[in-house]
């Protein structure tokens, strides 16, 4: 154990700093009855933590509700949020020093500068009042906290500041934590291009619809800085530590971030399930690796109102659950909402950019960050037409900027679940939802009438300009803009459908007819193995849908190992290697010897193996360069049709590549798990471990199953021994629709931030054995379930 502690130490960003140790009660554990009182509210609240942490509210109005649920929010999770809000709104320079005043700037051009009435109102009515109502009950808890200060999280105490006051439009400005799809895509296909030449895009990644990308009029594919994204990339990672000091993110963390986010969801009609009730599952799947993650359960009741799910903890309301009457999940849908943009700067004069025949002025807005220690420091933020400026090239005459939804009003990740969580029935559901604009989603859809539904959510720009599709750079001379925005109403949609059951995982899922709002969509190895185990089950259960979540039968594994039928050779370590794979069966369970083998080959072995016999050497290095992770459809591509991938005798090609590889993986795993392949276990080489910001309390290592390839997804570093995961679903629900009780979630590693807690990681090992607990709903149940009483009183 200790040496696997010390071989994963490369991802820990963070040290704790050496304080006294004070254990006080935390405010997560109280004992039976206890109280705060919380100004502002108008009439008591009660709230029951059940045995696994989820918080049941019970309000007399949904403005003393929502005050509430900020309330049990900042309790289990106010250094989450805190850090959250100071990295968003550029603050963390205020308590942590100078070497994060780089990073509160970046953060600081992404903040929303909009019309805030245009803002609330893009959310729905009472938008405005839950945000605020929120806000409060956070702030209620940061003073009750100062007259209490042994209950203080000891981030805190080990960082020496104190958390700040929320107001209520921090919730909506930030925007950096949202999904935005493809702008690194954009910068990585430019430069690939530039070393292979113009059909090397199709060996990045497999676009849908079939689409060739065209260079865009005056763009130099050859031109963009290495360090082009440095400031985007900085305001939109997590905020890392390092004795005190900032840290950058980890390459590999920040390139999985974009590339590999998604979920899985799926909705069974009554007639094929086995009670005759609909079922709805979903686990969202995002970057996991920190301590707690970034999804909180909690069940919200007041009258017209009662829902319980999962959201991001600084969020009112839910985004992922039920109210009593439908349900809702929710995946990724790959919508392109931004763009890099290249200018030409006046000589002389780095101000003035070229727009349509002229020069024209960038709109520069002084601000003062302040420094912990050191008075504030004056930064200029400039911004062109079409966004905030992340570099400018003045030995060049050079700038670059970015376009995003993040401008329009109502982007706030995921807030616009407030406005479909009192829906009764799918029109109901699929008019909220034309409200939502961002991050591009597919919601799923149930009730307890039997209805089944889809309906996709984006804010998608209409792109004008020659060459202009959004896959690569475009420069900013006024040639290539939007030109408006599609959203829900302009999408497809599904009820009921004809073969009883609908799935997502982020696959290209639009049907003819209806235009994309983007071209690089997931891998469909999830989907299609959804799609084969529901198709063949007649009378589906919560068991069977939970089992679904948690299976790992990789479909790259069902498509490359036939391949290997035929081959002979008279290596003899190739030959160990081909008898192991000849007998795996695609299954990446924790005990599989050969899922360590095949996973370790296809990353390490044979994507760089194939890139260089696919492309020119530097254009080959770069694409397979420590972070990025392969579209392995291309591969399998290339298999099918080996005498358009590698040319004349393409089958010997592709034959001899398999070969050559295969000796390199197995000694790989012989030196990290010996020479007895006997001995080989996926989850020896493939660990999660909740990695706490200020370095610990860490939780795990966990033993992993599943990869990137299978429905229990599981994206790991493959550059590192053992296997990291860094993305995968903490949170996981299958929902018995109208008999709630039934229903099961999990919510690794548990839903209390405060190390003190009994919560802090009580579902770890529940989450990695695949298991689930009871998302209660009924009062009965709830208070057959009970661990603490607590009330919350008016002043």
Not at 526 to 536: N, T, Y
Request: net charge negative; hydrophobic share 35%; with cysteine.
């Amino acid at each position: 154990m200790v040496e696997m502690r010390a071989r994963f130490k490369v991802l820990l960003t963070a040290t704790a700093v050496s304080v006294p140790m004070v254990v006080p009660m935390p405010a997560s554990a109280e004992s039976p009855g206890t109280s705060y009182v919380v100004p502002g509210l108008e009439k008591p609240v009660s709230m029951t933590v059940d045995t696994w942490g989820v918080p049941h509210i019970a309000a007399s109005s949904t403005g003393d509700l929502f005050q509430a649920q900020g309330f049990s929010a900042a309790r289990d999770r106010l250094f989450q949020m805190d850090t959250w809000r100071r990295s968003g709104l550029g603050e963390l320079s205020a308590v942590l020093g100078e070497s994060y005043v780089e990073q509160d700037r970046a953060s600081r051009l992404f903040l929303y500068r909009g019309d805030m009435d245009k803002e609330w109102a893009s959310y729905g009515p009472g938008a405005k009042e839950a945000a605020t109502r929120f806000a409060a009950g956070v702030n209620a808890y940061v003073d009750w906290l100062e007259k209490n200060p042994d209950s203080m999280p000891e981030e805190f105490r080990k960082l020496g500041y104190e958390p700040a006051r929320w107001k209520p439009q921090d919730l909506v400005r930030i925007r950096t934590h949202s999904l935005v799809s493809n702008l690194s895509k954009e910068v990585t296909r430019a430069k690939l291009m530039c070393l292979g030449g113009p059909d090397a895009s199709r060996y990045l990644s497999k676009l849908e619809p079939k689409h060739r990308p065209e260079v865009p009029d005056g763009l130099d594919l050859c031109s963009l800085p290495d360090d082009v994204l440095d400031t985007y990339n900085l305001a939109t990672a997590t905020v890392t530590f390092a004795g005190g000091r900032m840290a950058r993110e980890p390459e590999p963390v920040r390139a999985l971030r974009e590339a590999a986010s998604g979920s899985n969801a799926w909705a069974v009609s009554p007639e094929r399930t086995s009670t005759g009730r609909p079922i709805l599952a979903g686990d969202p799947h995002r970057v996991n690796y920190s301590v707690p993650a970034n999804r909180y359960i909690t069940h919200l009741s007041a009258p017209g109102l009662n829902i319980i799910g999962a959201g991001e903890p600084w969020n009112p309301g839910v985004s992922m659950g039920h109210n009593g009457n439908v349900s809702f999940a929710l995946t990724n849908l790959a919508a392109d909402q931004s763009d890099l943009y290249v200018y030409d700067l006046k000589p002389g004069d780095p101000t003035k950019y070229r727009y349509r025949g002229a020069w024209v002025s960038m709109k520069t807005v002084e601000e003062d960050i302040p420094v912990a220690g050191a008075g504030a420091r004056r930064s200029s933020l400039s911004f062109t037409r079409h966004g905030p400026v992340i570099k400018v090239d003045q030995e060049k005459n050079k700038a670059y900027a970015v376009r995003t939804v993040w401008t329009q009003p109502g982007t706030s990740a995921y807030l616009s679940s407030l406005d479909f969580q009192k829906a009764g029935n799918f029109d109901e559901f699929s008019a909220s939802m034309r409200r939502w604009r961002a991050p591009g989603s597919n919601l799923l859809y149930a009730d307890e009438k039997g209805n089944i539904g889809w309906v996709p959510g984006a804010l998608s720009p209409r792109r004008a300009g020659k060459g202009y599709d959004g896959l690569l750079p475009v420069p900013g001379d006024g040639r290539h803009e939007w030109t408006g925005f599609d959203d829900s109403d302009d999408f497809p949609s599904a009820l009921n459908p004809e073969a009883g059951f609908i799935a997502s995982a982020n696959e290209y899922n639009f049907p003819d007819g209806y235009e994309a709002p983007g071209f690089e969509w997931a891998e469909r190895y999830r989907k299609d193995r959804i799609d084969e185990v529901l198709s063949g089950q007649s009378g589906t259960s919560v068991e069977d849908t939970t089992d679904l979540q948690n299976d790992v039968k990789s479909g790259a594994a069902t498509e490359v190992l036939p391949y290997l039928k035929g081959l002979e050779s008279s290596d003899p370590t190739t030959r160990e290697a081909l008898d192991l794979l000849r007998g795996y069966d695609g299954v990446a369970g924790k005990d599989s010897a050969g899922a360590v083998l095949f996973e370790t080959w296809i990353t390490n072995a044979l994507y760089p193996a194939w890139a260089r016999a696919m492309l020119p050497e530097e254009a080959a290095r770069y694409l397979t360069r420590s972070g990025t992770i392969p579209d392995f459809r291309v591969v399998t591509d290339s298999f099918a049709r080996p005498e358009e991938w590698f040319g004349e005798g393409g089958a010997l090609a592709r034959d001899k590549l398999i070969l050559d590889t295969l000796p390199k993986a197995y000694d790989e795993v012989s030196g990290f798990l010996g020479t007895d392949p006997g001995r080989w276990s996926w989850g020896a080489a493939h660990i999660h471990v909740f990695q706490h910001p200020l370095g610990g309390p860490n939780v795990g290592p966990v033993p992993m199953d599943g990869t990137s390839h299978t429905v229990r997804l599981s994206t790991y570093i493959p550059s590192i021994f053992p296997r990291i995961q860094i993305v995968g679903p903490t949170f996981k629900m299958a929902l018995d629709v109208g008999s709630w009780d039934n229903s099961r979630a999990i919510n690794a590693p548990g839903q209390s931030g405060d190390e003190r807690s009994p919560h802090y990681d009580d579902l770890a090992e529940k989450w990695g054995a695949g298991e689930y607990f009871p998302l209660l709903y009924s009062e009965s149940a709830i208070e057959e379930n009970a661990e603490t009483e607590i009330t919350l009183d008016p002043a």
